[in-house]
Structure formats: C-alpha cells, structure tokens
C-alpha cells in the first residue's frame, strides 16, 4: 500500500493546512496520475485552501459543527478551522468528514490528530470522525426529504459549516449514484452535483457552504434539475472565478475550469459578489465587483442559468444580449446535432468518392468561417455511400452553418462555424457527422448573406465572450445555443452582405466588423 511508505512529522509550528499540504505532496509524488484521475480525486492546493476557509464568516456561537465530505487529506477543515478559532467565543469544534480511499484515509487520520493537537493549544476542543463510507450513498434519502418543518426533523444532524472539493467525474445513466439521486438528475450528470445536492439539506438554517467545482453546472440541460434543486434550498453570494485555466491544479492537470462559490440557505439576496484572480498566485488579491443578483442568475427563470462576467467587458457584453429579442426560432432557424453517428454507418464511410457517394463532414472538416473539404485523416472517410441504411442519416444540399459540438482544451474559442453552400457540391445530399451541429432553415433555405451573418456572429469574439459567461466546459449543445439571443434579423443579414461585399473572411476582419458593428471596445 503507497501510505505504509510514507512516514511524515509536524514540524515545529507548522500549521496544520501546511502540514496537510506537506502529507498530500508525498502522497503525489508516490501515486500514479492515472490512477487518481480515475478516482475524480485531486488534493486541493494550499493557496485556495486558505482562500475557502477565509470565506467563512465566523459563529456568534461557542460551538459549532463543520462538514467535510469527500475530504481527501482533509486540508479543507483544517483551513476553516484555522479561520474559525480566530474567533475567541469558539470552544467545541464537532468535525464530521467522509473520504472512501483506503490508500489516503490513515494519512488523513495523522492530518486530523495534528489538528485536533493543535486546536486543543489554542483553547479549543476539536472532535473528528472520519467516515469511510459514501457520502452519497448515505445521505441521498435526504434529498427527497420535504422542506417542511417535520420534513427537516427528519434529516437529522445539521452543520454550521461545510466545505468541500468534492470528486469530480462523470456518471452514467445506471450507476447506483445516479439512480440514488434521480430526482436531480437528467441525463448525463457530474458526481459533484450529487454531493452540492445533499449538502443543502444538510445545512443549518444560519449555516454556509463553501464548495470548489468545475463550471459546468451553470448551463445545460444535464444541470438543469440540478440548478433548480440549488437554488431553491440555498442561495449564493460569492463566486470566485479563475481566469486560467492551468493555474489552479496545475501538478494534476485539471482541465475543468473551476468556480469556488459560498453559499447561504435559501432566502432574499440582493448582490452577489463575483471575484476572479489569474491562478493561485493573485489570490490574496482578487478583483471583485458587486451584482445585482439577478444580472447573474435569474432564479425566476426555467433555466436558471448561472453567468459569470469577469470585466467590464463582459458586463457591457451581457447587457446588449440581454437587450436582444430575437432567437432561432423567432426567426424560423433550427439548429440540430449531425445525424451520421460514425460507428453505426462505418461500413458506408469511404475515403474517396465514387459511385454513390456524397460528401461527409467531420469536426476537423470545420475551422472558422471556412468548411474544408475533401481533408484526409486517419478513420475519418470524407465520404458516405447512399443507401438504404444511410439515407436517413443524409441531408438534403442546401445552405447551412456548421458549428463544432466540442472544442479543444487549447482552443481559443469555444465557438468555432463555418459556411456550408449548397452550391459547394454537386450532390443532392450531404452527411454531417454527429460531433457538428447544423443550424438549418426547415421550411425554405438560410439566404446566403443569413448564412455568412450568423457564422461570423458564431465566430465573432464578442458571441465568444458571451458564451463563456454561462459555459465552463468545452460541450457546446443546442440546447444553449437555440436559447441564446440573437440581434434583429435584419442586422444579421447586414452583417452577412457586409462580409460578402468584402470577400475577406479573415477572424480578425470578422471580429473587427463585429465589434465596431455593435460598438463593443
């Protein structure tokens, strides 16, 4: 076992968030990368530690109780009490925490004593118990629980404090987690929520919540049961953003990008503090600005969409979105995913046309504002055989925007559309691979100058920017994309001619006619 190997000490001094860091770096360097990735397990680096236990706002009371599910070398709860016992009325300390590694749970027991050694020199007495089981697993019945008062009897314990990293991975459709927790799920969901999830029928009516996660839950449908689960048992008033996206785990390459945000029983919130530093090393000096709660999230609203501005910038960005009333289906626009799933049609996939052939696009097949095609790659044939097992899957040849459904961790832009004429081939159909969506005009064709209008918005870096206010992954779904707003018709097609008249389709001519267009410095 990797922990028999690792044999460590408190220095003299050494607090315990520090020691807890020391532990977990041992424990790094002893324990392979792939293995912990599997696990959705990542230590939480001291820096941000610090920073979620500074979050905390002290208890009037003599006592409190502190909840750490998914504790890992339990860093987290040492921070915050290190925060707490700031606080010269505290006396008891009750700490509950859960971690199921049985690798990690003995150093955390060496990271608790330290801890409950240390408070006691501070005149505090600190109780732990450290919980091998799953957290979700044991808590979900409470999900279902009513908010009545009889209802919250029946949850039992309650914390002033929880905080949390929890796992991060996603789960599928049969898991037990899933299944235990399906009247927050739809679809395809993420661990973390699970844990967010339970934690807010676990808090005490004065209580708070201090959780780091990816961004991902702020859009989507995946999410949605989720957020409107959220945000009826809590509400938030901070958010920290992380403007890199390397920074944060950067010794375990985490590719989420990561929101910590405090949380409060639910209730009347006028502001929410939104806060954002580059990475971990400006963190004791974040920007922050106020928000009128509903600039960042409608709580009134279906979807519940959390947006996240970082800069002026962006606020001036929001603002003329918001002022749109226009969308794809106001304006007769559908935008769909690509019918052609590789694996179903592989034996009709070719690399060179023949006989009964038609063009197939690929995500590669799509850079900004150009479909390129014919583009040889390794299992990606550029063509499809009409038959009676494809017809289904083909499109007729007209015009269309194609946009990537995924972008790359490296991409620059989440948004990346190309013009698709159907002018561009000969054929009567085209295929379109399930990794694009198509936006489409089902009842006539796009116009061309709509066509060119709409792919450069799609690639402008203002409709960029947009997007990633509300989507911190690198899925782009229709579903966000058909709710997204849009400028008046009419200005999309004048763009369009814009474009066509100068036959320069260059992003940096496209991005400087959009943003002089709508007047965005």
């Known amino acids: 076992m990797v922990t028999e190997s690792i044999h460590i000490v408190p220095l003299d001094g050494e607090k315990p968030s520090q020691f807890a860091e020391r532990v977990g770096r041992m424990y790094a360097d002893a324990t392979v990368q792939k293995d912990k990735k599997h696990k959705g397990q990542f230590f939480t680096p001291l820096a941000i530690s ?29 921070a915050l009490i290190e925060h707490l016992v700031e606080d010269s009325k505290l006396e008891t300390i009750a700490l509950t ?31 732990y118990q450290l919980n091998e089981s799953d957290f979700v697993l044991d808590k979900c019945e409470y999900l279902d629980s009513d908010d009545s008062i009889f209802g919250a009897m029946n949850v039992g314990e309650r ?20 299944r235990s927790c399906a009247s927050i799920v739809d679809g395809q969901t993420n661990i973390y929520a699970l844990f967010m999830a339970i934690c807010t029928k676990l808090l005490e009516n004065d209580g708070q919540m201090i959780f780091i996660t ?28 992380f403007n890199t996206r390397k920074d944060t785990f950067s010794k375990d390459e985490v590719l989420q990008e990561l929101v910590i945000m405090r949380m409060h029983p639910a209730g009347e919130v006028k502001n929410i503090i939104v806060s954002f530093s580059q990475g971990i090393r400006d963190l004791d000096q974040p920007h922050q600005k106020e928000y009128p709660a509903a600039d960042i999230v409608d709580v009134d609203s279906v979807e519940k969409v959390v947006y996240l501005p970082v800069d002026s910038r962006d606020e001036a960005i929001l603002s003329m979105f918001r002022s749109w009333d226009g969308n794809m289906e106001k304006y007769g626009i559908k935008i769909s995913t690509g019918p052609v799933v590789a694996f179903r049609a592989h034996d009709f996939i070719v690399s060179e046309p023949g006989k009964d052939t038609v063009p197939l696009y690929w995500l590669h097949n799509v850079v900004k504002m150009l479909c390129d095609h014919p583009v040889q790659k390794k299992d990606k044939g550029q063509y499809i055989k009409v038959a009676s097992e494809t017809k289904t899957a083909l499109l007729p040849n007209k015009n269309y925007v194609l946009l990537r459904r995924f972008s790359s961790k490296d991409d620059s832009s989440r948004l990346v559309a190309a013009p698709y004429f159907g002018n561009m081939s000969q054929y009567e159909a085209v295929g379109i691979e399930n990794k694009l969506n198509y936006i489409y005009r089902p009842k006539g064709h796009l116009r061309r100058d709509e066509v060119m209008g709409l792919t450069a918005l ?22 966000e994309l058909r709710m997204m707003p849009l400028p008046p018709i009419e200005t ?8 066509i008249l100068r036959n320069n389709y260059s992003i940096d001519f496209i991005n400087d006619l959009v943003l002089d267009y709508f007047k965005i410095q």
């Not at 971690?99 to 408070?119: A, R």
């Not at 990816?214 to 953003?241: E, K, M, N, T, W």
């Not at 799609?458 to 579903?479: C, H, K, P, Q, W």
């Open 492 to 499: 999309i097609r004048e763009i369009g001619r814009k474009i």
């Open 50 to 78: 610090q920073f979620m236990g500074r979050l905390a706002t002290p208890s009037e009371k003599d006592s409190v109780s502190v909840l750490d599910p998914g504790c890992g070398l339990a860093i987290l709860s040492c």
């Open 458 to 479: 799609l690639d402008s870096e203002m409709f960029d920017a947009y997007f990633r206010t509300f989507n911190g992954n690198i899925n782009v779904s229709a579903t």
């Open 214 to 241: 990816p961004r991902s839950f702020a859009s989507g449908r995946y999410f949605q049961s989720f957020r409107d689960f959220l945000f009826r048992h809590v509400h938030i008033d901070l958010i920290h953003l």
């Open 159 to 178: 914390f002033d404090y929880i905080i949390s990293n929890p796992p991060y991975f996603k789960l599928a459709k049969d898991d037990v987690h899933t």
């Open 97 to 127: 925490l859960y971690e199921t590694d049985k690798n990690v749970v003995p150093l955390t027991g060496i990271v608790l004593s330290y801890l409950q050694e240390w408070c006691k020199k501070q005149g505090i007495r600190m109780n």
